[in-house]
Structures are given as C-alpha cells and as structure tokens.
C-alpha cells in the first residue's frame, strides 16, 4: 500500500526503498566438460598409435584425422554430439570460435572454419584425444594437453616403407610431402609453429621412449593438469 505525504496525507508516496525490479540473474559460467589431448605429430614418428594407447589409458573417444574430417562435413552427426553438451561448455565453445574467427579472419563456411568449429565442440565436452588437423593450435592451452611426436627421419621413412610397402625413396618423398601438408593447416588457424617446441605441454621422442612410454607420459601429463576455474562471459579473458 503507498505510504502518504507528512504534509499532505492524501497524496499517495512511492515506497521508501523503490522499485529494484527483477533480480539480475548470475553470469553463466563457461567451461568444457573436461580436458582434452591434442596430439601433433611428424608424418612416421606412430603419433597416432600413441594416441589410441592414451584413449585406453584414460578411457576417453580417439578422433583420428578421418573422422575429425568426417564430422566437420557432417552436420547431422555434429549436432548429435551435442545433445549431452552442458550449456555452460557450449557457450565456451562458440566465445572461443569467435575469438579464433576475428584473430585468424577465417572465411564462414570455409574448410579452416569447419575443422575449428568441430574441434571446439569435441573439445566442449571434454575428454578427448584429437589427432592432428591443428586442433592443438585451435584450443586454448589452459584446457589442452598439447603434445608433439617426434623421431628420426631415418626411422619415420623406415615405418613409412614398411607400413606403406614403399621403396626408400618413396617413404623419404612420403614423409616430406606429409610433413610439409601439416603445417597448412595449423597456419591457417593460428600463428602457432609446429616446429616451435614452446607449443606444446609435452614433445616426444617415440623413436627413444617407445609407444608405451609415451601414452603413459601424456596420461600423467592429463592428470597433472586441472582445468581451470570457469569464467563468465562478462569477466573478459583476462590479463
């Protein structure tokens, strides 16, 4: 009931305290499901084998270069994929795509746009291993365990020849003709050097260590890192 004037009684006061309207609700807190390995590779060095011993270590999906691929031209699975995606990490997924979008000027539709949207999206719901197609350079540190695997070229054409059943001068124009096509794609979605040690959580050498090793290496790395505390999408992106 309004309140009267103390000096005319008959004129109807507004309360004391006002009107403070809806309550603003609280900023929604982003963040993936979990972490996520992303596992760059020299062309021969078993990059991938090493990733499917990581997934079974830890339990998680293994996305390989083919089905990374598959995924990102398929928009009836990609959706699928996020029918359990918590809202929080699918807003984090899209902040982080937009950011890469404005960096990188990534043209809508284009293949560097489609590999980074689906990328985001495997790596919203978190526990994961990504092989290659850049996903290391398009996924932020804090929630990425980025690897690299490396060998001797004498070793990465010896594999290549054996598994490919090639000469020794095949498997050598092998390697540098894959070596050489890896670095286009983590060009095109970020300033990141495949070569640049600094990039990454972890660089191994599968020739020295062995496959065993190496998935043993990168689990511990995945249970040594946490993933960081959530921010809001009004909090910026910080210092």
Request: with cysteine; charged share 25%; proline share 10%.
């Amino acid at each position: 009931m309004p309140t009267s004037s103390p000096t005319n009684p008959e004129t109807p006061q507004p309360p004391l305290h006002g009107y403070r309207g809806a309550p603003t609700p609280p900023p929604v807190r982003m963040k993936p499901r979990g972490l996520t390995v992303a596992v760059s590779r020299e062309s021969g060095s078993r990059g991938g084998t090493i990733a499917a011993a990581v997934g079974q270590l830890l339990g998680w999906q293994v996305y390989t270069p083919e089905m990374i691929d598959f995924l990102a031209r398929d928009e009836a699975a990609r959706q699928e994929l996020l029918t359990d995606v918590p809202a929080s990490a699918r807003l984090w997924a899209e902040s982080e795509l937009s950011k890469l979008t404005r960096a990188r000027d990534l043209a809508p539709g284009s293949d560097a746009s489609a590999v980074a949207r689906l990328v985001l999206i495997l790596a919203a719901r978190g526990e994961a291993v990504l092989v290659g197609r850049g996903a290391g350079f398009v996924l932020p540190p804090a929630t990425t365990v980025h690897v690299r695997v490396v060998a001797p070229i004498e070793q990465r054409v010896a594999y290549l020849s054996q598994w490919m059943r090639l000469t020794g001068p095949e498997a050598a124009a092998e390697v540098r003709r894959r070596d050489r096509k890896r670095t286009e794609l983590p060009a095109a979605l970020a300033d990141g050097d495949p070569n640049d040690p600094t990039a990454y959580d972890l660089l191994l050498n599968s020739d020295r260590l062995g496959v065993e090793a190496c998935a043993e290496l990168i689990a511990q790395a995945v249970r040594a890192k946490q993933l960081p505390e959530p921010t809001g999408p009004d909090e910026g992106d910080g210092p």
